[in-house]
């Protein structure tokens, strides 16, 4: 069997092709290239001198030995992918498919990583065991099981045993993967029912946590009235201070206390020192609002904003924390504003340390980055892993990038003796290196500065 990778417009896809013929008037093949059966991957029969390839569709898909090449199984991952096998074959027997032409191998099993389904290949012309394809599955999951997880290490190694047993049965690896479900939710059960004082104390918890969320809210409210109050006593003050001078000052032309100075002109003056008063007032306030606005914004900004692991760019305003982070000192922490520059906790106050730059190769220290093209506009990527996920999805890539052509899962950047080797993954807008699209499955190894376009992400990779 060959297999290679291809990219056309917007899609990717895996190509199989088998050394003998294959009928395509055939039942089987028939039933695969009508696209009918939910767990297979959409399939084309191309034919080219006489051979016949056979075309999945792969995008935004992953498989299952990228996505665990470095994670760990847990149950819900086993969960996930014995359930999606229990799945297929199901769906093989239902539409009278033979099950031997599935392909267990993890390269060939991918995962939709958004609706978390499974999804298989199955070839015409190839024919295997089944019970020897599945043994040697869990062979593959047994040492990437998380051992911290119990639940999955007694399902990995029950099923591994029924896979080694003959008479291999599905009805037994089904039972297996949901029994599993049944009986953590009777532990769950029987936990609330032994012990309900904790489930009180559960609930008096969340309750005090909402008073005092509405305590908060009420004395916040109460201190922005009396704000406000405050600040029409001092203007109500300040023009009533004005009046009564306007006043004194007629009374006394009038009476003639002041006889160089006309009723007229008393008038206009007293307008004048009330209208100089209420501006004085609203220049005051103004700022005093501008200081409690910024201050509202800090103490907001540090409790929202999550905490961003971060080099610093501006070598010589803060070449001591520079030398800290190249030693690798962990108290070295940087935040991320809202307007893009950067935050020094180190030094006891909010000092910005600038905006996000391109800097020259001699002023660079710490891990290899992604630096966008666009100062300001989206979060460095620093290379500080051997194998780094970039996409979309919080919960499945190292390094999210929320524009809305990235994939959930679009590329990978893997750490070698030799350099750092770029691999997309399958994403629908692809992965391009100096203007040229990376071909399925490459992986390109990057130079200083290269241009990377993660779909419409523009970054230069720096070493």
Not at 71 to 87: A, H, P, Y
Not at 114 to 119: L, P
Request: glycine share 6%.
């Amino acid at each position: 069997m060959r297999t290679e990778f291809r990219r056309d417009m917007d899609h990717n896809y895996l190509i199989l092709q088998e050394d003998i013929a294959v009928d395509t008037s055939a039942y089987q093949v028939r039933m695969l290239a009508g696209n009918v059966i939910p767990s297979i991957l959409k399939c084309r029969i191309q034919s080219l001198d006489g051979s016949q390839f056979f075309s999945y569709d792969i995008t935004s898909k992953q498989p299952l030995s990228v996505l665990y090449e470095e994670k760990k199984f847990r149950i819900k991952d086993l969960q996930m992918v014995l359930g999606g096998f229990v799945n297929v074959m199901e769906e093989l027997t239902e539409f009278l498919m033979n099950p031997e032409q599935l392909i267990l191998r993890p390269e060939y099993i991918y995962l939709d990583i958004e609706s978390q389904k499974v999804y298989f290949c199955c070839l015409p012309g190839f024919y295997r065991e089944i019970q020897q394809q599945f043994r040697e599955l869990t062979e593959y999951i047994l040492p990437k099981l998380d051992h911290e997880d119990e639940q999955a290490v007694v399902l990995g190694y029950g099923i591994y045993k029924k896979a080694l047993e003959p008479g291999f049965q599905l009805e037994t690896v089904k039972a297996a993967v949901y029994r599993k479900e049944e009986i953590k939710k009777e532990k769950s059960d029987f936990r609330i029912k032994e012990k309900p004082e904790n489930k009180a104390e559960l609930e008096n918890e969340e309750q005090e946590a909402v008073q005092w969320q509405e305590i908060s809210e009420q004395n916040e409210k109460e201190e922005k009235k009396n704000i406000f109050k405050n600040r029409k006593i001092k203007s109500a003050a300040v023009c009533a201070a004005g009046l009564l001078l306007l006043l004194a000052v007629l009374a006394a032309s009038t009476l003639g206390y002041i006889p160089w100075l006309s009723v007229e002109t008393a008038i206009a003056a007293g307008m004048l020192m009330l209208g100089l008063g209420a501006l004085l007032v609203w220049i005051f306030e103004k700022k005093k609002r501008k200081q409690e606005n910024e201050e509202i914004w800090k103490k907001k900004s540090n409790k929202t904003l999550p905490e961003r692991e971060m080099a610093l760019h501006e070598a010589k305003r803060s070449e001591d924390l520079s030398e800290k982070w190249g030693q690798g000192e962990d108290h070295v922490e940087t935040e991320l504003g809202e307007t893009g520059a950067l935050f020094d906790k180190t030094l006891g106050e909010d000092r910005v340390l600038g905006e996000t730059v391109v800097l020259s190769t001699g002023q660079q220290q710490g891990p290899a980055s992604f630096v966008s093209r666009e100062p300001g506009e989206l979060a460095t990527i620093y290379l500080d892993r051997d194998l780094i996920v970039v996409g979309k999805l919080v919960n499945a890539a190292d390094a999210v990038i929320p524009v809305p052509t990235v994939s959930r899962v679009h590329a990978r950047i893997r750490k070698k003796d030799d350099g750092y080797y770029l691999t997309d993954l399958n994403s629908r807008n692809g992965t391009a290196v100096n203007g040229i699209m990376l071909k399925g499955n490459e992986e390109y190894l990057l130079q200083d500065e290269d241009e990377v376009d993660f779909a419409q992400a523009r970054y230069v990779f720096l070493k």
